[in-house]
């Protein structure tokens, strides 16, 4: 048997129907202090040096996510296929 389920939600909604909290205030906050500390030219706040440890794994992670949708939908079609 198979079914979908199809549900519209905004992403606010499905954050409180999961029970996740708020934290747009404190992102909010944390985007802000940042932006006055690369203002105002304090040592480390370079945005490349900030950002490039995410950059390298967030590049890995991104490849590791296309392989395995990849994977995901070659193994698809041939489950599904009545001719294999």
Do not use: C, H, W
């Amino acid at each position: 048997m198979k079914f979908t389920i199809n549900v519209d939600m905004t992403p606010e909604e499905l954050r409180r129907a999961l029970g996740l909290p708020d934290v747009s205030a404190l992102q909010d906050e944390m985007v802000s202090r940042i932006k006055e500390q690369m203002d105002a030219g304090a040592e480390g706040y370079d945005p490349l040096t900030l950002f490039k440890p995410y950059m390298n794994s967030g590049l890995g992670s991104m490849e590791a996510l296309q392989k395995m949708l990849f994977t995901m939908m070659s193994q698809y079609g041939r489950k599904d296929d009545p001719k294999s």
